[in-house]
């Protein structure tokens, strides 16, 4: 299967590698020439394994949401909108299967998070270049290929966006991400041993974070802190963090004493204890325009039609049918998902997407046992995932074809630490 790939030739002497390292790069600058890129790397690897595809039982329960999906446009309420949907993820499943030569180890995976790394600086630049220099696009490059909108003061104004539409879209890549920048400092692997560059890119990443004024994108740095830096680091890493944790704490609750509280709220930044608790809506926004009242008009939709749902883009429609208020998505993928293809489909992804993370988990992250080389750059990695799982509990940044990609990838590289942990000794016999 896989391992047989790399007896033929050297990775780094392949086309389709080169190709993926390029995809991977040119990622959040421009999604049109990273699918050029990875889609040559794709054809080549599908090519050479094309009598493969059926041993990979991975791919079985996405065969199956592919069938349910297409029975489910056939039937859909949003006509042409359901079978174009189906391009968020139709594709994304050949992409599973066929790009994990390119993963299959951790040397692999280093190199791939490096890309994603130096491919973000793009979105650092232009991201503080907006909000301190007022930087405005479109700026177009290789005679309009390749076209940056950049929003003056970020969007919305005073959030950083970068080259991305809106700064929960930025907040979300740059959460996926900044794990594996965490990694480089830790251990190294972007520009040699050295760790000025990482540690510079790393101030970079967390101050841009903050400046996109994301909840999830705070709470993406306090999640990755304690996951990549690893368990022997908890006993003081974690009592720290709550020393700058708790007075946020108290500041948002208001289950504290008032005088506590004033002084709590004396100590943390306004902006960050208003964000946490909304206090700049509370006069203006409707239940309806909640992530909870939009839950629950989504939950509503779901019991309406169960099996195979409305079709793509249902949400968007029907949700101003039934509020007067619109919003292009439901803020929590699963429930999208359901709406949109119904619970089967939503429950078989679901299921897919938690047991790559548990089983990598326990065969690559967590088993005290293994003690391979890279380990920090895996932790990274599945941390990586798991911020990004977490994003689309409350959001839904897959939208952006970028996203998308980012997430895949990171799922293929967590399908693809069960070959190095089943199968190292053999797999090293053959590199």
Known sequence: ??????????????????????????????????????????FDESLKRRDCYWREYWNYPLVLVTCLMTIGCLRSHTGWLAWLGLFNWLPFFWFFWGLQ?????????????????????PVLITGFGQLWFGWEGPWQFFDGLIIWYISPGG??????????DYANITAAWLAGVWPLCLASVLHPFICGKNRVI????????????????????????????????????????????????????????PVFDFGIQQFARSIVPDAIWMRLNDMQFVDTRTFEATRIGQWKVAVNLIFEKPWLGWGAAAFSILYPLRTGLFHGHS????????????????????????SLLI???????????????NIIVDRAWWT???????????????????????????LIGLRCMFYNSINYNILSKKI
């Open 359 to 373: 089983i990598s988990g326990f065969y690559r992250i967590f088993n005290k046992l293994n003690s391979k080389k």
């Open 155 to 164: 969007e919305p104004l005073g959030r950083l966006s970068g080259l991305f």
């Open 331 to 354: 803020h929590n993928l699963p429930l999208e998902l359901a709406i949109s293809h119904g619970i089967l489909v939503s429950f078989l992804i679901n299921i897919f997407v938690f």
């Open 198 to 253: 990482p540690c510079a890119l790393l101030v970079a990443f967390v101050s841009s974070m903050i400046l996109t004024d994301s909840r999830n994108a705070w709470g993406a740095i306090v999640l990755g802190l304690p996951l990549v830096f690893g368990s022997a680091s908890w006993s003081w890493l974690i009592p720290l963090m709550l020393i700058f944790i708790f007075p946020v704490i108290i500041a948002v609750l």
């Open 384 to 410: 990586s995932t798991l911020i990004l799982i977490c994003f689309h509990a409350t959001d839904i940044p897959l939208f952006d074809s970028r996203i998308n990609i980012l997430g895949w990838i990171l």
């Open 101 to 121: 030569p390119y993963l299959l180890t951790s040397e692999r995976r280093t190199k791939c998070a490096s890309c994603l790394v130096l491919g973000t600086l």
């Open 1 to 42: 299967m896989l391992f047989s790939l790399i007896k033929k030739n050297k990775f780094s002497e392949n086309i389709g590698w080169n190709c993926f390292q390029l995809g991977v790069f040119c990622l959040p600058s421009s999604a049109l020439l990273s699918c050029v890129f990875l889609l040559v790397a794709l």
